[in-house]
């Protein structure tokens, strides 16, 4: 309990002078706790709701036996900058930046997550991110567990996707000529049917206005007699 203690005052001491990662092991291809990114092709223009999780690798094996803080950070010219950190201690995500999070620290290792997301991906989003997870193995040693480091790209459409979408713009545009072309002489006909129409309703009118007038005239002179 006592080790606990002391090495828990030690993880505050680093936690709150720098992001130096506590390394205890090398982390290898197969690591406990893994960063994936969604969609898996980012690109600006069209990818939306941009999101990055850390969570457990179920596929390896670790001494991890209790977690108390995950963070994702972002490499940067002077080393490695916070994007979003949990701890066990606290209710939400600490987010740097327009971003949104949700995390779970205290259901155990399996259930431990970090996940953040941005709603517009711009040129910021590109970069390298790690994920670091700082907890006590089955010794009650502490570790700090990092994932591989993600390398994100903006991808970038093939000049040979443009020209399918031409192509199939082009085709869409073609169809729709042929479509108006050959629905025009009937477009035509019905106008030609509307305005005939209009005219027997308007020479039905005038004769309906004129059956009034004289039905007036005639009632004029019958008064008069």
Request: glycine share 4%.
């Amino acid at each position: 309990m006592i080790l606990r203690q002391v090495a828990l005052i030690v993880a505050v001491l680093v936690i709150h002078s720098s992001f130096v990662f506590l390394v205890t092991g090398v982390s290898t291809p197969e690591t406990p706790f893994q960063l994936n990114v969604t969609p898996a092709l980012v690109n600006r223009y069209t990818a939306k709701n941009m999101t990055l999780r850390c969570d457990h690798n179920p596929g390896v094996q670790t001494e991890i036996s209790q977690v108390f803080r995950i963070r994702i950070l972002k490499k940067s010219t002077s080393g490695w900058s916070l994007v979003a950190e949990q701890r066990d201690n606290e209710n939400s995500p600490r987010v740097t930046g327009n971003l949104t999070a949700s995390a779970t620290v205290n259901s155990g290792v399996s259930g431990a997550f970090l996940q953040v997301s941005w709603l517009d991906v711009g040129e910021d989003n590109f970069g390298v991110y790690i994920c670091e997870v700082l907890a006590f193995d089955i010794s009650n040693r502490l570790a700090s567990v990092p994932s591989l480091e993600l390398d994100i790209h903006e991808f970038e459409f093939p000049t040979e996707y443009f020209e399918s979408l031409s192509k199939e713009t082009h085709d869409t545009v073609i169809a729709l000529k042929k479509t108006t072309d050959s629905e025009i002489p009937s477009l035509k006909k019905d106008l030609i049917g509307v305005y005939e129409l209009m005219g027997t309703i308007h020479q039905n009118q005038s004769s309906i206005l004129s059956q009034i007038d004289n039905f007036e005239t005639s009632q004029s002179s019958l008064k008069t007699v």
